[in-house]
């Protein structure tokens, strides 16, 4: 007699040949890391969990273990337990042996999920909510860019062997025809694990693509679906011999990568909060959920934009803002009121790059909505529609170090996130940018070598 779930028999129903499993959780970078098992352990993975060590959710982007944290490098890096996520467990269509796959969350010794667990963090700032009877709505959106898989770095060549076409080619569909199996198969395996993929699009650089994602009243469903689609894109990517890079800025000379949220709030009774009779059909409730966002965005910039290289996509003259504004239909404002009826009322969080972990993002971004309702705020001066912008003045932190010291300082997402994960997360990414920092580059090299 199995214990196995409905989702789990079903997929092994259609798929009996599944050779192995990927168990995999998301660290602090929002990279997935775990064991592949045969399909032999997948009753005591059920049943007991599987072992793996304490860093494995606190590591730096290269893997390596943070020696600030004594989680880990100073405490022997016991393991704990990790259990299924329920309703994760799919097959990998892109994989060279007949392969499952399913997200796992690391546990104490006393069953409760493990705080360093990104997945914890947010159903701590969603708790919040669920005591006021809120629900939000999430719609995830992520860009990438296709390249070659060798460096200097380079766009993808085109499956089909023609010419790629020059320039941005934005909301073309040359690219999306000439990408077609990769297409095709991204939306294919996005069916296979019940991610809902509903629409891509050619993006502003050479070889970059969005995928949007559907709404839905879970937001850490909605990050599992992030996180698992970056997954797809990637795998499929390999398995056409190309590299799909979530980084933030491949190119110096072109556009970067961001991770975009859509968001309206329901009451109990499924009432969307943020409609109303304001200017623009939107509510008190609306208004002071943007002052919230506008109140953090500062110390959240350090989710939004983890690495050194998430820097480099805030620029003036391009649709990245470098300050927490706010209107209707402009996208080169921070949270973007797009077009839509009254009862459909949300905003759109354009700042985050898609190197951002999903979980930590939207923790950020609910932190913000939630201390603005309960305080009351009010927001600063709105963006018209139609406004011509000129070059905008850097308000919000625009080099790691300085995100870093803001984040340290502020004391609103320590409170939602708590203050052990938020001294993790400050350690965690202060390690790697020390890292960054002291390393000689290529450009030191090429701009100081002779010259000095």
Not at 85 to 113: C, E, Y
Not at 183 to 197: D, H, K, S
Not at 417 to 434: I, N, T, V
Request: glycine share 8%; hydrophobic share 40%; with cysteine.
């Amino acid at each position: 007699m199995t214990s196995l779930p409905d989702d789990v028999l079903a997929c092994l129903a259609a798929h009996p040949d599944i050779e192995l499993i990927d168990c995999m959780m998301p660290d602090i970078c929002g990279l997935l890391r775990g064991k592949q098992l045969p399909i032999s352990s997948l009753e005591k993975i059920y049943k007991t969990g599987m072992p793996l060590p304490t860093s494995t959710a606190l590591m730096d982007s290269k893997g390596q273990l943070v020696d600030t944290i004594v989680e880990g490098p100073q405490d022997g890096d016991p393991d704990r337990l990790c259990h299924p996520v329920p309703g994760t467990f799919s097959f990998v269509p892109w994989a060279p042996r007949p392969t499952a796959q399913v997200l796992m969350s690391q546990h104490n010794k006393d069953g409760s999920i493990f705080i360093a667990d990104p997945r914890a963090v947010l159903t701590k700032v969603l708790s919040r909510f669920e005591e006021v009877g809120l629900t939000p709505v999430v719609a995830l959106e992520l860009e990438f860019y296709l390249t070659e898989p060798d460096l200097p770095l380079r766009p993808a060549k085109t499956p089909n062997g023609w010419t790629a076409m020059t320039g941005a080619q934005a909301t073309g569909f040359e690219d999306l025809y000439d990408f077609a199996p990769f297409m095709e198969a991204v939306y294919a395996a996005c069916r296979a694990q019940n991610i809902p993929a509903e629409g891509l699009l050619s993006e502003y650089g050479p070889g970059q693509f969005e995928v949007n994602l559907t709404h839905v009243n879970n937001v850490i469903t909605s990050c599992d679906h992030a996180t698992l689609l970056k997954r797809v894109v990637k795998g499929v990517a390999r398995r056409q011999g190309m590299v799909a890079t979530f980084m933030a800025k491949p190119y110096s000379d072109c556009e970067g990568s961001g991770l975009h949220a859509h968001m309206s709030l329901v009451d109990r009774d499924g009432n969307n909060i943020f409609a109303g009779n304001l200017a623009g059909g939107w509510s008190p409730a609306f208004e002071s959920a943007i002052a919230g966002m506008q109140a953090t965005m500062a110390e959240s910039m350090a989710i939004f934009a983890p690495n050194a290289n998430s820097y480099r996509r805030f620029k003036p003259g391009s649709y990245v803002p470098l300050t927490p504004t706010w209107g209707p239909n402009h996208r080169a404002v921070s949270l973007r009121i797009p077009v839509c009826d009254a009862a459909n009322m949300r905003f759109e969080h354009r700042v985050s790059g898609a190197d951002a972990n999903p979980y930590l993002m939207m923790a950020a971004v609910l932190a913000g909505v939630h201390h603005g309702l309960v305080n009351e705020l009010t927001p600063g001066r709105m963006t018209p529609e139609g406004t011509v912008m000129g070059p905008q003045k850097a308000t919000l932190p625009s080099r790691w170090y300085q995100a870093l010291d803001v984040f340290e300082d502020g004391r609103v997402l320590k409170d939602y996130f708590g203050a052990q994960y938020h001294d993790y997360y400050l350690r965690c990414r202060r390690f790697e940018e020390g890292a960054v920092h002291s390393e000689v580059t290529e450009r030191d090299l090429d701009w100081y070598w002779r010259a000095h």
